[in-house]
């Protein structure tokens, strides 16, 4: 489980600027804005919509959703990171996404499809909230501001599974575990993980002796320890260096997303 | 449209020009509510898709809108080295443009025309009022984009697991689900970007489904010949895009 580290996450959580409606908000209101999406729903309608989101604990490895297996909630991350899976069979898998607080999960439900097509599990342990399908469904069709939000959030999902596409018909081991590891990073906030080599295998559709060899490369560039399950980030800088262009690629389609 | 193995074993070897052009030729519009398709048939333009025309590039606004009816595109992802390899494929059963209602004015991929014919386009703007109306095309383009993504994912998972020529055979099998013939007009070049391989990959692919009789491969023409051999040797990551794609969008036959 990743343990929380001294740095902010990629997504910081907005603070309130106006006191005068921090007086009025209430508690679930406040945990509402460290998910990006919600903060951006004009206050009148996100108090409406606090009273159906509901905090939850996300475990470690929990699946959330099952290709072909109708979702049955929503999660809008907090502080907990979602992958987004699919696979060929049981044994060979890639991630395709990563969802943190910038985002959600269960987007399928957003197009109107209430099935997954991939696997979501938790990746990084910690909150999130989640909303029964249903009456996400409703404040769905009724709110402009979360239509907006979703949509574009939407885009800058696809894209990032568009270039995952690309990054790995060109990309080698050593570049993509580069670039998870700083997308990990950045959006559970901490420089230390706790992986096994099976974990990352399935993350990066490699066996697992492809993980080996590729986390020897960043061990011998000093970018990385990793021993006995402990992975911690030695050299940020470095691991940029070695990792494909597809880490800064993604992390500008998402802030263009966010602008607006 | 596809042919049934039989009749594909029994169809001209060129593409047919449109005999009377037609939207309903698109999956998509046909499956508008007759009203809905009235108010868009006089927005719609009926425009030639020409091998290698570039419909957007990424970064560039986008002023159209596209339904294509017999060509096909390939939605290319370029690196910063210029290799490019295909994202996904759009024919008869979609549309170009979608990020237009996801708040993209522009797309990350470029849209390319890989096997020649026509299509449909309409003016983005138009597109954006009518998604705006909450009506049914609306809930048809979000079903289509849900079968991108599928499609986009899948592509993921077989560029690191699956071999270039089954690949090839996966482009082959989907373009042929599009299309009302078994044949596409292709360049080898056009094959190379889409596979991300240089031109000898792209020989050597074809090469080996040639020799295994499964297509005919000569000048710029890739012949199917055998499409229940195709899928044999595909992987099985053209099962799972078709599946999605007649689950989520179960146009009647045309």
């Known amino acids: 489980m990743p343990t ?28 509402a804005m460290a998910n990006r999406i919600l903060a951006s729903i004009p206050p009148e309608d996100s108090q409406r919509l606090s009273r159906e989101l509901e905090p939850v604990a996300l475990r470690f490895d929990q699946t959330l959703y099952e290709p072909g297996k109708a979702i049955k909630y929503v ?32 987007m399928p439900f957003i ?25 996400f469904r409703i404040e769905f069709d009724r709110n402009p501001a979360l239509q907006q939000a979703l949509y574009r959030y939407t885009y800058a999902l696809m894209a990032q599974i568009s270039q995952t596409a690309a990054c790995n018909r060109f990309h080698e081991a050593d570049q993509r575990l580069a670039r998870w590891l700083l997308m990990t990073s950045d959006r559970v906030g901490a420089d230390d993980f706790a992986l096994t080599q099976e974990f990352l295998a ?51 389609v998402f802030a263009r997303a966010q602008r607006h | 449209m596809r042919l049934t193995d039989e009749q594909a074993s029994r169809a001209p070897e060129a ?16 499956a508008l509510p007759a009203s809905d398709f009235e108010r868009l048939a006089p927005h719609l333009e ?65 849209a390319v025309v890989q096997s020649a014919g026509y299509g449909y386009r309409m003016r983005a703007q138009l ?37 270039v020529d089954q690949q090839l055979c996966r482009w082959l099998l989907l373009s042929l689900d ?45 012949t199917v010949l055998d499409r229940p051999g195709l899928i044999k040797r595909s992987c099985e990551c053209y099962a799972v895009v078709k599946k999605e794609f007649d689950r989520l969008l179960p146009y009647k036959a045309l």
Request: hydrophobic share 40%; aromatic share 6%; glycine share 10%.
């Open chain 1, 4 to 31: 929380m580290g001294s740095r902010q996450p990629l997504v910081p959580v907005l603070p309130s600027t106006d006191a005068r409606r921090a007086r009025v908000v209430s508690v679930s209101q406040r945990t």
């Open chain 1, 75 to 106: 999660y809008f991350p907090i502080d907990c990171l979602v992958s987004l899976l699919t696979a060929v069979d049981r044994r060979r898998t890639l991630e395709v996404g990563m969802v943190g607080n910038e985002g959600m999960a269960g």
């Open chain 1, 111 to 135: 197009l109107g499809v209430g099935v997954s097509g991939v696997r979501a599990l938790v990746q990084g342990a910690g909150r999130a909230l989640r909303m029964a399908s249903v009456p």
């Open chain 1, 202 to 252: 399935h993350m990066l559709g490699l066996r697992r002796v492809g993980v080996t060899e590729a986390a020897s490369e960043l061990k011998r560039r000093k970018l990385i320890d990793y021993t006995r399950g402990q992975l911690r980030i030695l050299d940020r800088r470095g691991l940029k260096k070695v990792s494909c262009a597809c880490y800064e690629i993604v992390n500008l």
């Open chain 2, 15 to 30: 593409p047919p020009a449109p005999a009377a052009p037609d939207p309903h030729q698109n999956h998509l519009l046909d």
């Open chain 2, 46 to 110: 009926h425009f030639a898709l020409d091998l290698g025309d570039v419909l957007y590039e990424p970064g560039v606004q986008m002023r159209y809108v596209y339904f294509p009816t017999t060509a096909i595109v390939s939605l290319l992802y370029v690196m910063e080295d210029g290799a490019s390899a295909e994202i996904a494929i759009v024919g008869n059963e979609g549309i170009l443009g979608i990020s237009l209602f996801m708040g993209g004015e522009s797309t990350p991929s470029r």
């Open chain 2, 127 to 163: 597109l954006k009022d009518e998604f705006g109306r909450f009506g049914p095309l609306m809930h048809l383009l979000l079903r289509y984009t849900q079968a991108l993504i599928t499609q986009m994912a899948q592509t993921a998972v077989c560029n690191r697991h699956h071999t």
């Open chain 2, 178 to 222: 599009r299309l009302a013939c078994n044949e596409l007009t292709m360049t080898q070049e056009l094959i190379a970007n889409m596979l991300g391989v240089r031109r000898e990959g792209v020989t050597e692919a074809a090469g080996k489904l040639q020799d295994a009789g499964l297509v005919k491969y000569r000048r710029g023409k890739i």
